[in-house]
């Protein structure tokens, strides 16, 4: 064999075999990583605030933006229905699955996570209404307002969100007083 079939053969042993890692390594781990963001997005300890700032808003009159907003929340994978109620200022969530069979915990942490991403990023929202088969939650945006120093700053910074938002809800008593807070 010539040095030109030896070349073509290399060639052709080194593609063969970058083929075979892209598909076999990278591929499957990029993959990993874009299902594991997806499951992260349904957590409150994980979500990504990023992920929702496209849905902030003056006005909650937007039905589509309001709708996609709580579909990029945590609890997104429930099933769910909405209504908005614009001359209250209002949106209703009628989730399909009960808050037993998700988790009182998830569920707590979920309600003032929730609240406080749609208060700060819609801004005439006044009220959220939770409807679950066995419990239903009404929060209203002063009770949020008032569990943070600046609220108006919890959506201009990512590292201020986790600080004030998200890293809170780690400890259980925390959550405890802050659902008895914005539930009052």
Request: hydrophobic residues 40%; neutral net charge.
């Amino acid at each position: 064999m010539n040095k030109l079939g030896k070349l073509i053969a290399a060639l052709l042993a080194v593609g063969i075999g970058l083929f075979i890692v892209v598909q076999f390594i990278i591929i499957p781990k990029q993959n990993a990583a874009a299902e594991q963001y997806v499951i992260d997005q349904r957590r409150p300890l994980t979500h990504d605030l990023e992920n929702i700032i496209p849905y902030r808003f003056l006005y909650m009159g937007n039905a589509g933006n309001m709708i996609n907003l709580f579909n990029h929340l945590p609890l997104n994978e429930v099933e769910k229905d909405f209504e908005l109620k614009s001359d209250a200022f209002t949106v209703i969530v009628n989730y399909h699955q009960s808050v037993s069979e998700i988790g009182t915990d998830l569920v707590n942490q979920s309600i003032i996570y929730n609240s406080t991403a749609a208060f700060a990023l819609i801004g005439n929202l006044k009220k959220i209404e939770y409807n679950f088969p066995d419990r239903s939650f009404e929060v209203k945006r002063a009770s949020v307002e008032g569990l943070y120093n600046d609220f108006y700053k919890l959506s201009k910074s990512k590292t201020v969100w986790e600080k004030q938002v998200r890293n809170p809800l780690k400890d259980n008593e925390y959550i405890e007083k802050s659902i008895g807070a914005i539930l009052k």
